[in-house]
């Protein structure tokens, strides 16, 4: 059983600080997939990987923990940004919606911490599966849930279920109303559908910016997505509100 717990969160952030392909903690290979060396964070931490494996009896719950801690630091400032703004709303009666003021902070967060970034969503690593329903779903179900709030807080479970979307097949229809509980499973199929839609939509300018294909537009990129959130918040409240 994995005793990650029992190691200082102060120890934790620095071994997720540690993931940048140029370090001792990983390398990478011919196939440009990267790997994880308990080795090399051991030596990241001033420890010998004995006393890691003290805490992290092998390598799958040492890739769980700084999964789970990297989902969890990018949670706290997507939830700090949105608390921060303060009256933002999810149908836009402030000058920048919560969804928007949500998507900003994940955006800055991905920018400051690209490495951070690349271990929960680039290359997956080879021989890892995250345990089922482990701590790094748990992590991201946070982070959904700030997302979530941001854009269908102040709509009922009736507004949700009529939401404009194209018609969904009925085997979809029946996947997305099957979704367990405690994340996206809470919603209508329809809410479901539009969530994803949009999480694809902020999700992908972010990776297009953090591994520098969008640099092109140099200073310009903070507006460009701005004015691009704002325009898919605009369409997710039209969506719902159509009727």
């Given amino acids: 059983m994995c005793r ?30 990267p790997k994880v060396s308990p080795r090399g964070v051991a030596r990241s931490l001033g420890m010998t990987v004995q006393a890691l494996y003290h805490y992290f009896p092998s390598r799958g719950s040492l890739v769980t923990s700084l999964v789970a801690k990297a ?13 921060t703004a303060g009256g933002g709303t ?7 919606p919560r969804l ?15 490495e951070h ?16 329903d482990g701590p790094t779903t748990q992590a991201v179900r946070r982070m959904g849930a700030v997302f979530e709030r941001g854009m269908f807080g102040g709509y009922t479970a009736e507004q949700l279920a009529a939401a404009e979307m194209p018609a969904l097949s009925a085997e979809l229809r029946t ?13 209508p199929a329809p809410a479901t559908a539009l969530f994803l839609s949009a999480w694809g939509h902020m999700h992908g300018l972010v990776v297009l910016e953090v591994f520098g294909h969008t640099a092109y537009l ?19 409240n039209r969506r719902i509100l159509h009727a």
């Fill in 218 to 236: 140099g200073d310009h990129q903070a507006e460009i997505f701005r004015v691009t959130m704002r325009n898919m918040t605009a369409d997710i």
């Fill in 117 to 132: 970034f690349q271990l929960l969503y680039g290359t997956p690593l080879r021989y890892y599966a995250a345990p089922v």
């Fill in 4 to 33: 990650a717990a029992a190691l200082p969160v102060k120890f934790l952030s620095s071994a997720v600080a540690t993931w940048r392909l140029s370090a001792p903690s990983c390398s990478t290979r011919p196939s440009g997939v």
């Fill in 100 to 114: 928007v003021v949500a998507t900003e902070g994940y955006r800055r967060w991905a920018i400051a911490h690209p």
């Fill in 175 to 187: 996947y997305l109303e099957s979704l367990p509980p405690g994340g996206l499973g809470n919603l």
């Fill in 90 to 96: 999810s149908t836009g009666d402030s000058a920048l």
């Fill in 71 to 83: 989902y969890d630091d990018l949670a706290d400032a997507v939830q700090a940004a949105v608390d």
